[in-house]
C-alpha cells in the first residue's frame, strides 16, 4: 500500500549539551564590578578608544590593555528594537527593547535593554523612545555578578 | 589566583523534529512488528539494513525490500562502563556491529543478556563471530531501541 | 589572481516544508540535479566543498560527514565552511580558490539547510556569546531590526517613506517568487496586508521576514579545460570579495556598514566594475528583512547613502528597472540558511546563461550574488559573467 507524505514519521528530539564557559581575568573583575554596582571600561594604550564591557585587547590595535576605567552610567541610545515575538529557549522574555546605548566617555556601543517605560503599545514606545536619547542604569537589589544585574537603562527624566 | 577565575555553567537545549521519509518510515513500521528490514540494491546485490533510499556506491534509488534475519555475528563491540551526559540509556552497556545473516555491513546496536559488569566479564560473553539474536521490547513505538538488544545465542543451539 | 573558473551550472530542490524526505534525500535531490543538468558524471569530481549555517541547527553536527554518500564524496575530499548566513557565498568563494589556485578542475560546491527540523531563532542565540549579549538580541529579527533602525535615523529617513519602500519590496519580492520555480512563499499580497501585519521587531513585521524553509542547492565550479569539454554555455567568476567586522556588536558602525562595503569593493575591483548600477545588469542580493535590503543597495554603492527609499519607490530597482534585484523573489521568499548563500550564486549564473526561465533578466551579462552573515558580522559578494 501506497504511503501518503502524512503518514511520514516525524522523530521528536530535544539536544541539550552541558558547558562549563571560563570568565578569564579580565571578565571575572568586569562582573565583580557590575556587583559593586559598577561598570567597567578598558582603555586601549594605541587608539586610545574606551571600550565597554571590558576587553583584555583591543581589537583593532591587537595590544593588550590593562588600563581599567570605571566608566558613567549613563548614556545615549544609538538603535533600538523592540521584540514583539518570542522563541524557544528565549533567555528573555518579550516584550522588551534591546539598545545599542553609547556610555559617556565610551567609544563603543553596549548592548542591554531599555525599560522602565510601558511596552504595551509600540506606537506608544515609538513616541517616547528615540535615538540619542539620555539613558540611565537602573540596578537589581540582588547582585550575581550577571549582565542582568543592571536591571534596564531607563530615560533620564 | 586559583578563585579569581570564575566559570559560568550554562546548558543549551535545541528541540528538533527530524523528518523520516518514507524508506525510514516503512522501516520504523518494519520493528513495530517485530521485522527488521533492509533493502537491496538491484546493482551490486547488496542488502542494506536499516533500509536505505538508495545505494551509496551505484547512487540507485531502492524500492526492493526484504525481510532479513534476526540473528547474525558479531563483527566488533566496545564497552562503556561510565555515564556520560546524552548517553543512551544508563552505563553500563555495550555497543555492537553486528552482521545480520544474508545482508552486507554492519547493524548498529546495544548488547544484553551477558553480565555487563565490567569489560572482562563481557569479553568472556563476547568475541567476533559470536552469534547474536534481537531480543524485542514488548511495546512497540517504532524507534530503534523497540529492539532491546542483541543477546548471544546458548552454544547449545 | 589564479586561473580563470567557470560554473558548469545548478540544481536546486524545491523549497518549503519538506518533511516528505529525510535530509540526506533532501541533499540528494540538489546533487542529482545539478549533474542531471550538466550531464557530468560524478566520478570526474576532484572534490566538495559542502556547508550549513551554524552547526546544530538540524540536531547533527557534522552534517558533511552524514551526507558523505550523498554528495558523492567517499574516497575525495571534501572541505566544510560555516559562515552562518554568508556560508552559502562562502561556499561559492572555497569552490573558486580552489579551481583558481589549480589544485582542482571540477569541484561540487553543495549547501543545505533543513530549517523545519530545528528551531531556527533557538539556534542563532548560540552565536551570540553566553556572557553578555545573548540576553538582548532578539534573534534574528532583533539583529537587523536594530541595524535598520539606526540606519534610518542616521540618514534621517522618515518612518513612512522607508516603510513604503519596504511594502513595494515585499509586494514585488512575493510576486516575483512565482516565476521562480523553486521558491517558497509566493503570494500577492497588497499593501494594507503588509502594513498591518503582526509586528515581529517594531517596526519590521511579518511580511518584512523571510520564511524558514528546507532545501539545498548544489553547484559545479570548473577550470577553463574542464568549461571547453563541457562545450555548453557556461558562466565565468569575475570577481569575488568577503570581509567582516570585530566580533562584538557594537563595536563596529553598522549603518555605514564597512564589511558590506569592503566586500563590494574587493569584488567590484577584480570584476572592473566602476559603476555598478549601470554595469551590472541583475543584482541577488541577500534580502531576509525588506529594510536590510535597502541599506544593502548603499552600502554597494547602487546608489548614495540616503537615496535608496527614494530610488525603490521609483522602480529603478524593480524587475523593468535600471538594475533589478532579486528577480528570484531572493531571500524574503525562500530562505534555507547553509543554502541561501548559494541560491544566489545559481540564480546569477542562470541570469548570464540566460537560463533563468520566466524570470530571465533578458539579455542580462554581468551579475551580482551577495550573502551575509552573523550578528551582522560578515559580507560575501561574488560577480559572474557571460564572457571570461
Ligand atoms: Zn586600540
Ligand atoms: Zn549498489
Known sequence: MEMKHEDYYILEDQVSIPYENAYGLTWTRFFEGLKSEKIFGSRCGKCNRVLVPMRSYCPRCFIEIDDTIEVSQEGAIVAWVLTEYEYFGMPTKPPFIGALIRLDGTDCEFVHLVGGIDLSNPDQVRKTVKNGMKVRAVWKEEKKGHILDIKYFEPVK | MEKEFNTFKNVIRLPHKYAAGPTYTKFYNGLKESKILGTRCPSCAVTFVPARSFCPKCMKNLDTWVEVAQEGEVQTWTYAGKDFFGIPGKAPVVIVLVKLDGTEGSFLHLIGGINLESADTVKKALRKGTRVKAVWNEEKKGHMLDIKYFAPLSKKR | ?388
Open chain 3, 1 to 388: 589572481m589564479g586561473r580563470p573558473v567557470a560554473i558548469l551550472g545548478s540544481g536546486q530542490t524545491v523549497h518549503g516544508r519538506r518533511f516528505d524526505v529525510s535530509y540526506p534525500e533532501l541533499v540528494k535531490e540538489a546533487v542529482d540535479a545539478v549533474f542531471e543538468t550538466t550531464g557530468i558524471s560524478p566520478a570526474d569530481i576532484d572534490g566538495v566543498v559542502f556547508g550549513t549555517m551554524p552547526s546544530m541547527m538540524e540536531g547533527v553536527a557534522l552534517t558533511h560527514f552524514y551526507f558523505a554518500d550523498v554528495l558523492r564524496s567517499v574516497g575525495k575530499p571534501i572541505l566544510k565552511t560555516e559562515t552562518c548566513g554568508s556560508t552559502g557565498v562562502s561556499l561559492a568563494i572555497t569552490g573558486y580558490y580552489w579551481i583558481a589556485s589549480g589544485m582542482a578542475d571540477l569541484v561540487l560546491v553543495v549547501g543545505s539547510e533543513k530549517m523545519h527540523e530545528g528551531d531556527a531563532q533557538a539556534t542563532m542565540t548560540t552565536v551570540l556569546e553566553p556572557f553578555y549579549q545573548r540576553f538582548f538580541i532578539s534573534g534574528a529579527p532583533g539583529v537587523f531590526s536594530m541595524q535598520s533602525q539606526g540606519w534610518t535615523v542616521r540618514f534621517g529617513i522618515p518612518e513612512d517613506k522607508i516603510r513604503a519602500a519596504a511594502t513595494k519590496l515585499s509586494i514585488d519580492h512575493h510576486h516575483d517568487a512565482f516565476d521562480n520555480p523553486y521558491a517558497h512563499i509566493k503570494k500577492r499580497l497588497t499593501e494594507d496586508e503588509v502594513n498591518n501585519a503582526r509586528i515581529i521587531t517594531y517596526p519590521v513585521r511579518l511580511w518584512d521576514v523571510c520564511p524558514t524553509s528546507d532545501g539545498a542547492c548544489a553547484m559545479l565550479f570548473a577550470s577553463e579545460k574542464a568549461a571547453k569539454k563541457l562545450g555548453k554555455k557556461v558562466a565565468w567568476v569575475k570577481g569575488v570579495g568577503y570581509s567582516g567586522d570585530e566580533y562584538w556588536f557594537g563595536d563596529s558602525d553598522k549603518a555605514e556598514w564597512q564589511c558590506a562595503i569592503s566586500a563590494s569593493r574587493q569584488a567590484y575591483e577584480m570584476a572592473g566594475i566602476k559603476n555598478p548600477r549601470k554595469e551590472l545588469d541583475v543584482a541577488e542580493v541577500y534580502n531576509p528583512f525588506t529594510f536590510q535590503e535597502l541599506l544593502f543597495y548603499e552600502c554597494f554603492g547602487f546608489c548614495g547613502f540616503g537615496e535608496a527609499c527614494d530610488l525603490t519607490l521609483k522602480g529603478v530597482f524593480g524587475r523593468d528597472g535600471e538594475l533589478p534585484i532579486s528577480p528570484s523573489g531572493g531571500v524574503l521568499c525562500t530562505n534555507p540558511i547553509g543554502a541561501t548563500g548559494l541560491n544566489r550564486v545559481a540564480e546569477a549564473a542562470l541570469q548570464v546563461t540566460g537560463q533563468a526561465g520566466a524570470h530571465q533578466i533578458p539579455g542580462a551579462k554581468t551579475s551580482l550574488a551577495h550573502a551575509m552573515g552573523g550578528v551582522v558580522q560578515f559580507n560575501g559578494v561574488m560577480i559572474l559573467g557571460s564572457e571570461k
